[in-house]
């Protein structure tokens, strides 16, 4: 079942965007939707911080671009490298957690304006699991993302997927510490 | 770009260490059986031959003995007789010594090479079990006495032994930079003479010995996906035969050697999500069938002996389990359901058993699964364990695992109760034993 629900998330995004863009009191179409808590349908530019709820998973790249309020993707389009380029994932989870969802609009507003841009979503794993399911898990990672992106009318030409399963982990630890870092998708502009 | 220290300190570890990897694996047996048969082996004499040639013989032959687990032959230095004939041999003085077998044998020096006489005795009722004469050149002396080793395995524990074989091995070695070396090797099961067959800067994947032993299918990442490769062992040639859009791994090869089951996710365009599933490809024709079709993750195939089943893993469960599917076609048939993932099954030789790896609390380690009464037995303690592959004679299964942050090869019993280990430095990755091999030549 859990396969199921995650599908059934990734149609919550186009909820929220509508919600964000015109009407807010869409929370009854996220009934039955395990992350579709009442915050989470606040629109994104009143949050000050949009990675206020990521627990533990505290993103380590060093853009700052995430911390931008939303109030007008002019300014998040002109260039992806103040970007925040990873998005995390829980354990065996593909689902876009709603903490990082606003960076994956950011650059989504910046491939709308920009549709020469492409990008490579790179999906990750950490070491759990083999490597050959790992690699069908991280493609769906990178597929998550690579679906929100189209939902807001990214073109299909402008995004590759690529899954590197357990491949290639940024922490190499053995334990939750490098694990978390490791189930990861990396925006990656040539 | 910043290397976080402990990762220098793992990169320049691995840079002293890989060195040692040229050279033979050593291989710690970390858990025995109790009542292990006690054998009493005496250095081969030489007959006109080099005498080395026979110490040489008789070690290998000890060191593979006691390697399974079931042997606890006498260390040579208590050796209180050095007979080579069957005439010279007194049965009182190895019962006392609590021996239960004792092989004898010599080395002659013939025109030809060399010939091989062995000799093994039941030392309780004082009578000879088997005799053997071995042609042999100093170039096949491992294969001897591998052979040796076998025919004294099975004379004694009733199955054939699987000395005489082979393991594939996927290393992964760190440079500074961020540059990776990834390497597939070709080891003797006792760890010698580890020979690199291919040496890519990008992932090796998923390597599985042909039936003849003769070729490796593998994966290998190349353009932003796995593509499939076979690659003749022998000659070094190598072709690409399935490389679609998305990824193409997890090769399985038939029982007849001519088709591979294998793993491909067809995408129609670069960002396209294609779905996994199982597929068969005809390696003559080079025709390609789809054996599952489901929006689930469908991976890993393996072949039933007998070559009417694929069992495979899908998640359409919510979690990855083992399903099996008559090549006749006909329904999917979920097999396990303990644990809260079962991944990467492959048969027993004897189509009896599967060996997988059981996920439970976070654990992953290496279980066996009785088809007939559907009983799961894990074999493990440790907790990041992978790729599990049997013995061709269904003995051992050899595994990846994580010991004191290394990834490292280890050996269980089917039984569990003997353990070894592969103590390598650096990252081992996706052991593939092979069939048995005919000669190690």
Same mark, same amino acid.
Request: proline share 6%; aromatic share 8%; with cysteine.
């Given at each position: 079942?859990?396969?199921?629900?995650?599908?059934?998330?990734?149609?919550?995004?186009?909820?929220?965007?509508?919600?964000?863009?015109?009407?807010?009191?869409?929370?009854?179409?996220?009934?039955?939707?395990?992350?579709?808590?009442?915050?989470?349908?606040?629109?994104?530019?009143?949050?000050?911080?949009?990675?206020?709820?990521?627990?533990?998973? =505290?993103?380590?790249?060093?853009?700052?671009?995430?911390?931008?309020?939303?109030?007008?993707?002019?300014?998040?389009?002109?260039?992806?490298?103040?970007?925040?380029? =990873?998005?995390?994932?829980?354990?065996?989870?593909?689902?876009?957690?709603?903490?990082?969802?606003?960076?994956?609009?950011?650059?989504?507003?910046?491939?709308?304006?920009?549709?020469?841009?492409?990008?490579?979503?790179?999906?990750?794993?950490?070491?759990?699991?083999?490597?050959?399911?790992?690699?069908?898990?991280?493609?769906?990672?990178?597929?998550?993302?690579?679906?929100?992106?189209?939902?807001?009318?990214?073109?299909?030409?402008?995004?590759?997927?690529?899954?590197?399963?357990?491949? $290639?982990?940024?922490?190499?630890?053995?334990?939750?510490?490098?694990?978390?870092?490791?189930?990861?998708?990396?925006?990656?502009?040539? | 770009?910043?290397?976080?220290?402990?990762?220098?300190?793992?990169?320049?570890?691995?840079?002293?260490?890989?060195?040692?990897?040229?050279?033979?694996?050593?291989?710690?047996?970390?858990?025995?059986?109790?009542?292990?048969?006690?054998?009493?082996?005496?250095?081969?004499?030489?007959?006109?031959?080099?005498?080395?040639?026979? =110490?040489?013989?008789?070690?290998?032959?000890?060191?593979?003995?006691?390697?399974?687990?079931?042997?606890?032959?006498?260390?040579?230095?208590?050796?209180?007789? $050095?007979?080579?004939?069957?005439?010279?041999?007194?049965?009182?003085?190895?019962?006392?010594?609590?021996?239960?077998?004792?092989?004898?044998?010599?080395?002659?020096?013939?025109?030809?090479?060399?010939?091989?006489?062995?000799?093994?005795?039941?030392?309780?009722?004082?009578?000879?079990?088997?005799?053997?004469?071995?042609?042999?050149?100093?170039?096949?002396?491992?294969?001897?006495?591998?052979?040796?080793?076998?025919?004294?395995?099975?004379?004694?524990?009733?199955?054939?032994?699987?000395?005489?074989?082979?393991?594939?091995?996927?290393?992964?070695?760190?440079?500074?930079?961020?540059?990776?070396?990834?390497?597939?090797?070709?080891?003797?099961?006792?760890?010698?003479?580890?020979?690199?067959?291919?040496?890519?800067?990008?992932?090796?994947?998923?390597?599985?010995?042909?039936?003849?032993?003769?070729?490796?299918?593998?994966?290998?990442?190349?353009?932003?996906?796995?593509?499939?490769?076979?690659?003749?062992?022998?000659?070094?040639?190598?072709?690409?035969?399935?490389?679609?859009?998305?990824?193409?791994?997890?090769?399985?090869?038939?029982?007849?050697?001519?088709?591979?089951?294998?793993?491909?996710?067809?995408?129609?365009?670069?960002?396209?999500?294609?779905?996994?599933?199982?597929?068969?490809?005809?390696?003559?024709?080079?025709?390609?069938?789809?054996?599952?079709?489901?929006?689930?993750?469908?991976?890993?195939?393996?072949?039933?002996?007998?070559?009417?089943?694929?069992?495979?893993?899908?998640?359409?469960?919510?979690?990855?389990?083992?399903?099996?599917?008559?090549?006749?076609?006909?329904?999917?048939?979920?097999? =396990?359901?303990?644990?809260?993932?079962?991944?990467?099954?492959?048969?027993?030789?004897?189509?009896?058993?599967?060996?997988?790896?059981?996920?439970?609390?976070?654990?992953?380690?290496?279980?066996?699964?009785?088809?007939?009464?559907?009983?799961?037995?894990?074999?493990?303690?440790?907790?990041?364990?992978?790729?599990?592959?049997?013995?061709?004679?269904?003995?051992?299964?050899?595994?990846?695992?994580?010991?004191?942050?290394?990834?490292?090869?280890?050996?269980?019993?089917?039984?569990?109760?003997?353990?070894? $280990?592969?103590?390598?430095?650096?990252?081992?990755?996706?052991?593939?034993?092979?069939?048995?091999?005919?000669?190690?030549?």
């Amino acid at each position: 079942m859990r396969a199921l629900k995650s599908f059934a998330l990734l149609a919550l995004p186009v909820v929220l965007v509508l919600g964000c863009s015109s009407t807010p009191e869409q929370p009854a179409a996220l009934k039955g939707a395990d992350i579709a808590k009442p915050k989470t349908e606040t629109p994104a530019s009143t949050k000050p911080d949009s990675n206020a709820g990521a627990g533990s998973a =505290t993103p380590i790249d060093t853009s700052k671009g995430g911390a931008k309020t939303d109030t007008g993707s002019t300014d998040r389009s002109a260039s992806p490298a103040n970007l925040k380029n =990873t998005v995390y994932f829980d354990f065996d989870h593909f689902d876009i957690k709603p903490e990082f969802r606003e960076a994956i609009l950011a650059h989504a507003a910046y491939l709308s304006k920009n549709p020469s841009a492409t990008v490579k979503i790179e999906g990750h794993c950490d070491e759990r699991g083999t490597r050959e399911y790992n690699i069908a898990l991280g493609d769906r990672r990178a597929t998550a993302v690579r679906q929100l992106l189209k939902l807001q009318g990214v073109a299909d030409k402008q995004i590759a997927t690529i899954s590197f399963g357990e491949e $290639r982990p940024v922490a190499l630890g053995h334990d939750e510490d490098s694990w978390w870092q490791n189930r990861r998708a990396v925006f990656a502009y040539r | 770009m910043t290397i976080p220290l402990f990762r220098r300190v793992v990169i320049i570890v691995m840079m002293l260490g890989w060195p040692a990897a040229q050279a033979a694996l050593t291989i710690e047996i970390t858990e025995g059986i109790e009542g292990a048969l006690p054998i009493a082996i005496v250095p081969f004499a030489s007959d006109g031959a080099d005498a080395l040639l026979g =110490t040489d013989l008789t070690t290998i032959v000890w060191k593979d003995l006691e390697r399974s687990g079931r042997f606890k032959p006498l260390p040579q230095t208590d050796l209180i007789a $050095r007979p080579s004939e069957p005439g010279k041999v007194n049965f009182h003085d190895w019962r006392l010594l609590g021996m239960d077998n004792l092989l004898i044998g010599s080395v002659k020096a013939t025109p030809q090479g060399y010939e091989v006489r062995f000799y093994l005795f039941d030392v309780i009722k004082g009578q000879q079990i088997k005799a053997f004469s071995l042609p042999m050149q100093v170039s096949t002396l491992r294969a001897t006495a591998h052979k040796i080793s076998d025919m004294v395995y099975e004379a004694l524990i009733g199955e054939p032994g699987a000395f005489l074989t082979r393991v594939a091995y996927v290393t992964v070695q760190h440079r500074t930079g961020g540059a990776s070396v990834h390497t597939l090797w070709i080891a003797d099961a006792d760890g010698y003479g580890p020979r690199d067959i291919l040496n890519s800067p990008t992932e090796i994947m998923s390597p599985a010995w042909s039936p003849d032993g003769s070729k490796l299918a593998y994966a290998r990442f190349e353009n932003d996906h796995f593509v499939l490769y076979v690659q003749d062992i022998a000659t070094g040639t190598r072709e690409v035969v399935a490389k679609a859009l998305g990824h193409n791994g997890a090769p399985a090869w038939s029982p007849d050697g001519t088709r591979l089951a294998l793993t491909m996710q067809q995408k129609r365009h670069p960002g396209d999500a294609g779905n996994f599933d199982i597929y068969i490809l005809d390696l003559g024709s080079k025709v390609f069938t789809r054996f599952t079709d489901h929006w689930a993750v469908e991976t890993h195939p393996a072949w039933s002996p007998d070559g009417r089943y694929l069992i495979f893993t899908s998640d359409r469960s919510g979690r990855p389990q083992i399903y099996r599917k008559a090549l006749a076609g006909g329904k999917e048939e979920r097999l =396990t359901f303990e644990g809260a993932e079962n991944d990467r099954a492959s048969f027993s030789p004897n189509g009896k058993i599967l060996a997988m790896i059981h996920a439970n609390s976070g654990e992953y380690r290496v279980a066996v699964f009785e088809l007939e009464t559907g009983q799961l037995r894990v074999l493990t303690d440790s907790s990041l364990d992978e790729s599990p592959s049997f013995a061709p004679n269904g003995s051992m299964i050899i595994y990846a695992t994580t010991f004191k942050n290394a990834k490292i090869l280890a050996a269980v019993s089917v039984d569990g109760r003997v353990k070894q $280990r592969i103590p390598e430095t650096g990252r081992v990755l996706d052991p593939a034993w092979s069939p048995l091999l005919p000669t190690l030549q």
